[in-house]
């Protein structure tokens, strides 16, 4: 029987039966039918310490004893309260502000209803929002519309508002970026948002700290707004818990998701700074933040990143994310002369290549080729068209990544 599930960004009349899953364990899925296949994407880069990660499975077991979803509309718990307070003391100080919601697109969306409320509610008339090329920052309307215009949205287009955006920093031409972002921000722009030191679905696109210390100082200077989309990036994956402290800054407002359970469980916060707040804080209800979801703040899924929040307190993982960093580091190094590769990076522990090919780009043909080749090695690594990346979770070992590399420099010739 066909099953009757739509599965997300597949093409159905292309892909093949979807692989039923059994458990996971660690760094790796274990297939119904016995095969042990590595996660090398972290599952869409939300896993962060492993698979099932013992205090985060027990801190979920433990709080479905006495909680489920409640309204959060008058209403608060316990997992919320102390996990708001946890966030506040590990985020970029100046922060203090917690809003929940349910997914990285969501939290967006928060943060630029947040920007667009304070402008409205302060008295000026400020709506443009500035974006980065190559940018993603979710599926909803408002944060596709803020993301990289193609095929992925091209048939949504009726329903994006419009935003200007300057280039991505590509090595020679930083300066270029710098000065669109000043042309952009003399105009009053509301907002600028980015993904620090990463682009993640625009193809694993890399730059310097001190570039994004030098566009904050932009925004502080023409008091535009900065907005941090750092779903991807948070929680370790740049060597920082916070790509933003490699830079020194703090964001106006600060996106967070998936890592924020380590994985487990879906849950996202908008984080700002408490002038956004006060902006909202009135006793004319048409200033009030109008923005919910049903399941606000679920209390089983706040336990999981408190529970997220005690593992990074309790264990090494300041050091496991250094030691993977240089694990990668040492396992890309000789792709960077390899003449089949080109634009080999990394950023803490995350690793991309881009394999020569005659079509480049989010659809190109070998991208689903590769995705194949991986899998028959065991391997969920899942191309960004022709650019390969490893994003794996931090408790990878060493055996486990040696065939993931092995099989990307396999796949160059056998696919060539």
């Not at 091209?154 to 042309?183: K, Q, S």
């Not at 193809?203 to 023409?222: E, F, Q, S, T, V």
């Not at 700002?272 to 703040?297: G, P």
Request: with cysteine; hydrophobic share 45%; aromatic share 8%.
């Amino acid at each position: 029987m066909t099953s009757p599930v739509w599965h997300p960004f597949t093409q159905h009349a292309l892909a093949g039966a979807m692989i039923p899953v059994a458990r996971t364990q660690g760094a790796h899925l274990v297939a119904e039918d016995g095969r042990r296949i590595l996660d090398g994407i972290s599952s869409w880069w939300v896993i962060t310490h492993g698979h099932r990660h013992p205090a985060i499975m027990a801190a979920i077991r433990e709080a479905t004893q006495s909680l489920d979803q409640i309204i959060f509309a008058g209403f608060t718990h316990a997992p919320a309260e102390q996990l708001a307070a946890g966030l506040l003391k590990v985020a970029p100080p100046g922060l203090t502000r917690v809003f929940y919601s349910d997914s990285g697109s969501t939290s967006v969306e928060v943060a630029l209803k947040m920007a667009l409320g304070f402008w409205r509610n302060t008295g000026e008339a400020r709506s443009r929002i500035v974006v980065m090329e190559a940018s993603y920052h979710g599926d909803t309307i408002g944060t596709m519309s803020v993301g990289e215009r193609g095929v992925f949205n091209a048939a949504y287009a009726p329903l994006l508002f419009e935003v200007e955006r300057i280039p991505f920093p590509a090595p020679g031409r930083e300066e270029a970026t710098l000065a669109a972002l000043e042309a952009a921000c003399t105009e009053a722009p509301a907002a600028f948002i980015v993904e620090p030191l990463v682009l993640g679905a625009g193809g694993m696109l890399m730059y310097k700290p001190d570039l994004l210390k030098a566009m904050h100082a932009i925004c502080a200077r023409h008091g535009v707004l900065f907005i941090a989309d750092e779903v991807m990036t948070g929680w370790g994956r740049t060597g920082t818990r916070f790509a933003c402290e490699q830079a020194g800054i703090v964001p106006d407002i600060l996106c967070l998701s998936k890592g924020l359970t380590g994985g487990a469980l879906p849950l996202a916060v908008t984080l700002c700074k408490e002038a956004i707040f006060q902006a909202h804080y009135s006793d004319d209800r048409t200033k009030t933040f109008f923005h919910s979801s049903s399941y606000t703040a679920n209390p089983i899924a706040c336990a999981a990143a408190l529970a997220n929040l005690a593992v990074w307190d309790d264990e090494p993982v300041a050091a496991r994310i250094a030691a993977l960093g240089a694990l990668q580091e040492e396992l890309i190094a000789p792709f960077r002369d390899d003449p089949r590769f080109e634009n080999v990076r990394r950023c803490g522990t995350i690793a991309a290549l881009d394999l020569k090919a005659r079509d480049a780009g989010y659809l190109a043909g070998i991208g689903p080729l590769l995705y194949d080749f991986f899998l028959t090695r065991d391997l969920l690594i899942r191309p960004l068209g022709n650019t390969l990346y490893l994003m794996p979770p931090y408790c990878v070992t060493r055996a486990d990544l040696e065939p993931a590399y092995a099989a990307i420099a396999a796949a160059a010739d056998a696919l060539a």
